[in-house]
């Protein structure tokens, strides 16, 4: 999910969508701390507790290694790649079972089918058991 800064949000969608927003307290942004995030539109930037970015996108390039920077993009990459697995195994597992009960919903009206031609019944409108009738008692002589 492509997640924008405060201003990159406003730019693209004409509002705030607060992707960034709440990472964290507003306490933690007033001691100078910035949760870092990567904005689809600017990049690696830090964020303060509404999701506004602190500094402009090329000054945080001079404090952030690129080595730090390609390790979280590679991190995110494969976070990315697993939930495109997992949902493409999801996805062929959900279609597996449609097919399975697809299958046994056929058999089922197949087999309703046959019995009700086999003994000239009609489907039941309701899944009652029918009255079973008592044997009847003789006298003995």
Same mark, same amino acid.
């Given at each position: ?36 995030? %990567?904005? /689809? ?11 506004? *970015?602190? @500094?402009?996108?090329? =000054? &945080? ?7 730090? %920077?390609? /390790? ?11 939930? *495109?697995? @997992?949902?493409?195994? =999801? &996805? ?50």
């Amino acid at each position: 999910m492509a997640d924008f800064c405060k201003q990159c949000s406003i730019d693209m969608w004409g509002r705030d969508t607060g992707d960034l927003s709440g990472l964290i307290t507003e306490a933690e942004v007033k001691e100078g701390y910035g949760a870092v995030v %990567i904005c /689809e539109g600017c990049g690696v930037i830090r964020v303060d507790h509404e999701g506004k *970015r602190l @500094e402009e996108p090329e =000054n &945080l390039g001079e404090t952030m290694s690129n080595a730090l %920077i390609s /390790e979280i993009m590679l991190t995110r990459l494969a976070e990315l790649q697993t939930l *495109r697995d @997992e949902s493409q195994n =999801n &996805l062929a597992y959900h279609k597996q079972m449609v097919d399975t009960l697809t299958t046994r919903i056929d058999t089922y009206e197949r087999d309703i089918a046959a019995l009700q031609a086999l003994f000239s019944v009609s489907a039941p409108d309701t899944l009652e058991q029918p009255a079973v009738s008592q044997p009847v008692e003789t006298a003995s002589s």
